[in-house]
C-alpha cells in the first residue's frame, strides 16, 4: 500500500486536521488506485498534512504517474484548498 501525503489549507482557524480528517468526504481517482482508506493526521517532512493509504488495482505501479495525474477530492466546508505532498510506501 502506497502512502500519500496532502497539504491542506483550512479557511476557518477553529477548525483542525483531525476534524477535517474525520468530517471530509474524500476519494483519490486515479487509474491504478483502487481503493483509499481514511484520511489521518501524519507529518511528512515536519509539515502537519493528511495521509492516505492508497489500495493500488495493479502491484507494478508509475508512482510518478499518481503524484502528477491523481485527482485528490475533499469536501469539508472548511477546506480552501489541497495540494500533493509526496508518496512513500
Not at 4 to 23: G, K, N, T
Not at 26 to 31: A, L
Not at 57 to 65: I, K, Q, R
Request: hydrophobic letters at 45%; proline letters at 3%; charged letters at 20%.
Amino acid at each position: 500500500m502506497l502512502k500519500l501525503y496532502v497539504a491542506i489549507d483550512v479557511s476557518d482557524d477553529d477548525v483542525s486536521l483531525a476534524e477535517v480528517a474525520q468530517q471530509c468526504g474524500y476519494d483519490v481517482r486515479h487509474p491504478q488506485v483502487a481503493d483509499v482508506t481514511e484520511p489521518v493526521v501524519a507529518h511528512f517532512h515536519e509539515q502537519d498534512c493528511l495521509m492516505f493509504g492508497l489500495i493500488l488495482a495493479e502491484e507494478n505501479v508509475d508512482t510518478a504517474s499518481i503524484m502528477q495525474q491523481a485527482e485528490v477530492v475533499l469536501s469539508h466546508p472548511s477546506v480552501s484548498s489541497v495540494s500533493k505532498l509526496g508518496l512513500s510506501e
